[in-house]
T-cell receptor, first 112, second 113 residues
Framework: QKEVEQDPGPLSVPEGAIVSLNCTYSNSAFQYFMWYRQYSRKGPELLMYTYSSGNKEDGRFTAQVDKSSKYISLFIRDSQPSDSATYLCAMSAGSGNTPLVFGKGTRLSVIA | DTGVSQDPRHKITKRGQNVTFRCDPISEHNRLYWYRQTLGQGPEFLTYFQNEAQLEKSRLLSDRFSAERPKGSFSTLEIQRTEQGDSAMYLC???????????FGAGSRLTVL
């Protein structure tokens, strides 16, 4: 079993839809959770960062972490064509001393 | 602050040749990471530096891979005797000690013919 599991999609939604992206993980030591967005042929860019369990909202984006279920989610409200990208979950156990472990990424297309 | 800079952006080489990639991190970042990303996969950790010290290198894929950060600023990743399986995007990222969030460069794409 991989440490981080993420459905690679692809996921195609109409403009304005609510998108739900998810990852599960097996390492209970993970405490720091991130979502990165990656456009084609570009490097990943940080979208959301959360520590431990709970919710965090930033504009149209909401990140949720459920450590008891080892499950994290990213919700995108009012999705736009510009949101079309690959979304990577990433997580880490330590405070900068352990490398980020990434999921495979979910490719999202938002159709106008 | 111009972000993390990687060079070259794309390298095409023949099997058996050596290639070197360069990464210039954000100037105040003392930690520098190298990741590899193959098609349809997430980034895979290779190695990282704190200043000039290489703190983890056991994940380098083989002894053909090596990395340096001689003065604690820019870093190079070298792949010797390239194989077709080395074709991938090589990503560099930087951060400050104790931080978890990495800032990535645009990547260097390697194609081995």
């Amino acid at each position: 079993q991989k440490e981080v599991e993420q459905d690679p999609g692809p996921l195609s939604v109409p403009e304005g839809a609510i998108v739900s992206l998810n990852c599960t993980y097996s390492n209970s030591a993970f405490q720091y959770f991130m979502w990165y967005r990656q456009y084609s042929r570009k490097g990943p860019e940080l979208l959301m960062y959360t520590y431990s369990s709970g919710n965090k909202e930033d504009g149209r984006f909401t990140a949720q972490v459920d450590k008891s279920s080892k499950y994290i989610s990213l919700f995108i409200r009012d999705s736009q064509p510009s949101d079309s990208a690959t979304y990577l979950c990433a997580m880490s156990a330590g405070s900068g001393n352990t490398p980020l472990v990434f999921g495979k990424g979910t490719r999202l297309s938002v159709i106008a | 602050d111009t972000g993390v800079s990687q060079d070259p952006r794309h390298k095409i080489t023949k099997r058996g040749q050596n290639v070197t990639f360069r990464c210039d991190p954000i100037s105040e970042h003392n930690r520098l990471y190298w990741y590899r990303q193959t098609l349809g996969q997430g980034p895979e950790f290779l190695t990282y530096f704190q200043n000039e010290a290489q703190l983890e290198k056991s994940r380098l894929l083989s002894d053909r891979f090596s990395a340096e950060r001689p003065k604690g600023s820019f870093s190079t990743l070298e792949i010797q005797r390239t194989e077709q399986g080395d074709s991938a995007m090589y990503l560099c990222a930087s951060t400050i000690s104790g931080a978890n969030v990495l800032t990535f460069g645009a990547g260097s794409r390697l194609t081995v013919l």
